[in-house]
């Protein structure tokens, strides 16, 4: 039977690191997934800020099963320009005035469709969408707030021995259970990202 499961993780931190330095830190995909205990591998696609994620996971029966994401990255500079300059394009704007301008950052992860799929079902590997959004705001005395906000989808095959289950039930224990999963993985992810920072602490 063909399962659809949604996972949801959240949470803002404070990093006691400057703006630049956490945001520039914090766009390198293969760095912080590499925090993340589920994320087997994270490669490079052939189109420029895309990549591909190889989760790998077990169910309670220590059965494995891999799910790939394919993800595109893009960045969006959060600008508060004075109404006298509102219509002048930032191409136009001096190194200087986007710095005094600029409130924040935004790192967007969304699903990237390739022409081949991965998934092979027999041997246990799904295809899932991920999205994810990553806000940054500068703050006082060099530290910066990032809220983060990812979302994945998955559908994949369950198990026989899960088959006796009602339906509505194992959809919302796997729903529960993957929020869960990823909600962990995800404070343990940025936990760990304060060797890197001193201190990356919840608000």
Known sequence: MEMEATGKSRGQWIFHGDF???????SDQKKILGFNPFCHSVEALGDENAYRW???????????????FNV???????????????????????DEMISQYTV?????WRHHPVGESAED???YKFEGKATADMLFTPLEEAKTMVDFDLKIDVK????????IIPEQIIRSMTNAGMSFIMQTA??????????DFGTVRPV
């Not at 190889?54 to 790939?68: A, G, M």
């Not at 893009?74 to 930032?90: F, Q």
């Not at 994949?156 to 088959?163: E, G, K, N, S, V």
């Open 20 to 26: 630049e330095r956490t945001v520039r830190y914090l």
């Open 104 to 108: 924040g950052r935004k790192i967007t």
């Open 121 to 123: 079902p027999q041997n």
């Open 72 to 94: 595109r990255q893009d960045d969006e500079l959060l600008l508060e320009v004075p109404p006298d300059i509102a219509g002048i394009g930032i191409e136009k704007l001096t």
């Open 156 to 163: 994949f095959i369950l198990y026989p021995a899960f088959r």
């Open 54 to 68: 190889l989760f790998r996971v077990t169910d309670p029966q220590k059965n494995p099963f891999d799910v790939i």
């Open 186 to 195: 995800t404070n343990k992810m940025f936990q760990s990202i304060s060797n």
